[in-house]
């Protein structure tokens, strides 16, 4: 008889609500990243929030290095389909004009953030806004009084730091509290399962340094992952030196491996061998190209030879198993056709297309392309409604087609897959929303504010 396993600890974590998103109480891991664009540029600010709500991302955070900045974040809050956290450092006092803008969270830094009179000053703020804060530790911004006291930087160092502003935020009687302890991976996950050991608060987690978009996302992959196995995290961000939108698509991959979100096709193929009589990756990835436009929780697999091709093809909604000329296709464990070669990826396509119209039909959504259903997000785990929005430059084409005439609508996204139109991201209705004129996003490897 297998042996009870304990409850993950992000099942009991304290409840934080950020805008309409929750953090932690059982609630499903959410997905952040952080803009890359200056926020001093409102416009271009907007317009790569409203590329990571196209791709599902359910909290933003924005660097907040100056006065202006902040007093940005007054413009974009109420535009904005996500919510808001403001990212401090160093100055208490951007966090005070942050929270006067309206932001839905702060990050503060305990390593620079100052005397723990400011983190008081900061938090009685926050209580009398209703605002978390998330206390992020990070292993490259420890006090010089907590490297001394503990000979470096380690993963002991990291949770100090992290408690000890904590305790200065209870003695307010201020609970509202995200935590992270962001290293490198090996360190990340003792410090995890360190803090995890020591508090309920809700964990939001990562890893610093990750790297470019290939090596990072192996990186986070790694890191996160082994911290989610654990039963641990409420919230998670993939860093990486890449167009935010990346973040968010590893993001949910790391969670779709681990069982705990559903966003999109899941794609499973064969790695290809000498016994593979097609061009298997060929194939996968055409697959993977057309699956690319759909949203719904299917799984879908390619194989491409005889030993394992038609046991895991079963194991799929639909499938293939090719051999040489022809190939199976199969639906949830039935083989349905035995096809040709040529006709195998329309016929798979054509099944998994007809299931995704199907499922947003059931749930009343829009048409698959356009639809977010998310199995694993049962309550408003979405964004905020009725903004006025960024059009044109705001669409993404997400088939990678280059044309404009592909690029996905977001408007009417159900975020959180309930049906429940309170929990649709509202990109603006007809007449209401604003274009930017002549803004731009920063490219890919553009320099963080912070992790």
């Not at 620079?112 to 804060?133: H, M």
């Not at 939108?245 to 794609?267: H, M, W």
Request: with cysteine; charged share 20%; net charge negative.
């Amino acid at each position: 008889m297998p042996t009870p396993q304990p409850a993950p600890h992000r099942a009991g974590t304290r409840p934080v609500r950020v805008g309409r998103v929750q953090i932690g109480g059982g609630a499903p891991v959410s997905v952040q990243s952080m803009t890359i664009t200056d926020t001093r540029d409102v416009e271009g600010t907007l317009v790569q929030i409203y590329q990571l709500a196209a791709e599902g991302c359910e909290i933003v955070r924005l660097a907040v290095p100056d006065r202006e900045a902040a007093e940005a974040l007054a413009a974009i809050k109420p535009r904005s389909p996500l919510p808001i956290v403001a990212d401090i450092h160093f100055d208490y006092r951007l966090a005070l004009l942050a929270l006067e803008s309206g932001v839905d969270k702060l990050r503060i830094n305990p390593g620079n953030i100052g005397s723990r009179e400011r983190t008081r000053i900061v938090a009685r703020a926050a209580k009398d806004r209703g605002v978390p804060i998330r206390v992020g530790a990070n292993i490259g911004s420890l006090s010089k009084a907590i490297l001394r006291r503990f000979g470096g930087p380690t993963a002991e160092a990291l949770v100090a730091s992290a408690l000890e502003d904590v305790a200065v935020l209870e003695d307010l009687d201020f609970h509202d509290i995200v935590i992270s302890v962001k290293a490198e991976v090996p360190m990340a996950v003792d410090a995890y399962t360190m803090i995890a050991a020591q508090t309920r608060y809700p964990l939001h987690v990562g890893v610093t340094e990750a790297g470019t978009a290939w090596a990072g996302a192996i990186k986070s992959a790694a890191g996160i992952g082994a911290i989610l196995a654990r039963g641990i995290g409420d919230t998670i961000r993939v860093s990486l030196a890449a167009d935010p939108v990346e973040e968010v698509r590893a993001g949910f991959e790391i969670l779709k491996s681990f069982g705990l979100r559903t966003r999109g096709v899941q794609l499973v193929a064969c790695p290809s061998c000498g016994r593979a009589e097609v061009d298997i990756i060929q194939i996968a990835q055409e697959v993977e190209r057309r699956l690319a436009r759909l949203n719904a929780p299917i799984k879908v697999a390619v194989m491409g030879c005889a030993v394992n091709g038609p046991g895991e093809a079963r194991m799929a909604d639909f499938g293939i198993a090719c051999g040489r000329g022809m190939g199976l296709l199969f639906k949830r464990g039935k083989i349905i056709a035995s096809l040709p070669e040529e006709r195998l990826v329309d016929a798979l396509m054509e099944q998994v297309e007809s299931a995704a119209s199907s499922m947003a039909a059931a749930q009343g959504a829009p048409a698959p392309e356009a639809a977010f259903m998310d199995t694993a997000a049962p309550q408003d785990a979405a964004v905020s409604t009725g903004r006025a929005a960024p059009t044109d430059a705001a669409v993404r084409d997400t088939a990678g087609t280059g044309d404009p005439a592909a690029a996905t609508d977001t408007a009417a996204r159900d975020t959180a897959g309930t049906g429940d139109p309170d929990a649709v991201t509202d990109t603006a209705a007809p007449g209401e929303a604003t274009t930017p004129a002549g803004t731009a996003v920063s490219g890919a490897g553009a320099e963080r504010a912070s992790r």
